[in-house]
C-alpha cells in the first residue's frame, strides 16, 4: 500500500485536474468566475496544506528526502502559489480570470507530482 | 505594487511568466549552488532564462498598461533564447551534460517555454491594434 504522503498526492492531483477542467468549462462558457470556483481553489489549497505538513514529517524519519532543497522548494512552493494568484485576480471576475485559475491548478498538480518524485 | 486595472489573456500571460520565473529561477540556483560542476553552461542559461521570464512578466504588465515598448523587445529577445538555446541543445549536445530550461525547445517542461513568447507576440499585436 503507498504512503500516506503518496495517496495525499494522488488526491491532490487529481483534485486539482478537476478544479482546472471546470475552470475551463467555466471560461469557454464566457460567464463571470463563479463563485464555486473560488471555494474550489481554496478547498484545494487546503489539501496542500495538508500534504506540506505530512511532506515536513519526511525530515523526522529515516527516509529523508534525495534532495534537501529540491524538496522544499516544492513543497513551499505548493503552498504559497494559490494564494499568490488568488490575489492576482482578486476584484477581477471575468472570463480570463478563470483561465488563470486553470493555469495555476495545473501548475500546483504539476508541483505535487514533482514533490512525490523528490520525496 | 500596482495592478493592470482591466483584465483580458495578460492575466493568464502573467500568470504564467511568474510560474516560470519561480520555476526556472529556483532550479538554476539549486543547481548552480548544488551541482554546479556537472554543466555549468546548461544552468547558467536556466538562470538566464528565469532573468528573462521576469522581465517578460514585467513587459506585459506594463504592455497592459498601453506602454508597449518594452514587450515589443522582450518577447523577441525571449523567443531568439529559447530557439537558440533549443538548437544548440539539439546540435551541440555535449555543450549540455544536464538540461537547462530552454533544452530542447522547453521539452521538459511540456514546451510552454516556446509557446509562451508566440503567445505573448500575439497578443501584444491585438493590444498594440487596440
Known sequence: MPSLSTQVTWIVVGY?????????????????RPSWLDQMV???????????????GA?????????????????????????IAMRSIEGDRAVWSSVVVAVVAVAVGVIAVRLEMTA | MTTPPRSGPH????????????AAGARAVVQLITQYDEAPVAYWLSLAAAVTYALGW???????AGNTGF?????????????????LSLV?????PDASVWS??????GFVPLALPIAGLVWLRHEKRR
Open chain 2, 11 to 22: 492575466k493568464a500571460l502573467l500568470a504564467f511568466y511568474a510560474l516560470f520565473t519561480l
Open chain 1, 59 to 83: 525530515f523526522s524519519g529515516d527516509d529523508k528526502p534525495a534532495s534537501t532543497s529540491t524538496y522544499v522548494g516544492y513543497l513551499v512552493a505548493s503552498v504559497c502559489v494559490l494564494p
Open chain 2, 58 to 64: 514585467y513587459a506585459i504588465r506594463e504592455a497592459s
Open chain 2, 92 to 96: 551541440r549536445s555535449d555543450w549540455f
Open chain 1, 16 to 32: 486539482a485536474v478537476l478544479v482546472a477542467v471546470l475552470a475551463v468549462v467555466a471560461a469557454v462558457r464566457g460567464h463571470e
Open chain 2, 104 to 109: 530542447d525547445f522547453g521539452i521538459g517542461y
Open chain 1, 42 to 56: 481554496w478547498m484545494l489549497e487546503v489539501l496542500l496544506v495538508v500534504r506540506a505538513l505530512i511532506g515536513l
Open chain 2, 71 to 87: 514587450a515589443s523587445v522582450m518577447l523577441w529577445i525571449e523567443l531568439a533564447g529559447v530557439l537558440t538555446v533549443g538548437t
